[in-house]
């Protein structure tokens, strides 16, 4: 598909639906490498804003960055 005016919501949900799926499984798979012993901490976070009354934080590791190209090219392939 291509982006347009019709086409922006789809390719938004995709692209943030990547990076939590990526985010997570990043997150999965640190913890499974550390009950194999190996110690890899790649996070950065978190990374937000506050209003006062409303707060957003994401803690961003690889896995987002992945997901969000996914997410893309899921998008590119329908």
């Known amino acids: 598909m ?3 005016a019709k086409t922006l919501s789809s390719f ?3 692209c943030t639906l990547g ?3 990526g985010g997570l499984a990043w997150a999965v798979l ?3 490498a550390g009950l194999a012993g190996l110690a890899i901490d790649l ?4 990374v937000g804003f506050d209003l006062e009354v409303f707060a957003l934080s ?6 987002t960055f ?3 190209v ?3 090219l899921l998008f590119r392939a329908l």
Request: aromatic residues 0%.
């Open 30 to 32: 640190e913890r499974v």
């Open 2 to 4: 291509k982006i347009g």
């Open 19 to 21: 990076m939590i799926v």
């Open 12 to 14: 938004l949900l995709l």
């Open 70 to 72: 996914a997410g893309a």
């Open 58 to 63: 994401v803690t961003v590791n690889p896995g």
């Open 66 to 68: 992945l997901g969000l």
């Open 43 to 46: 996070s950065v976070g978190p």
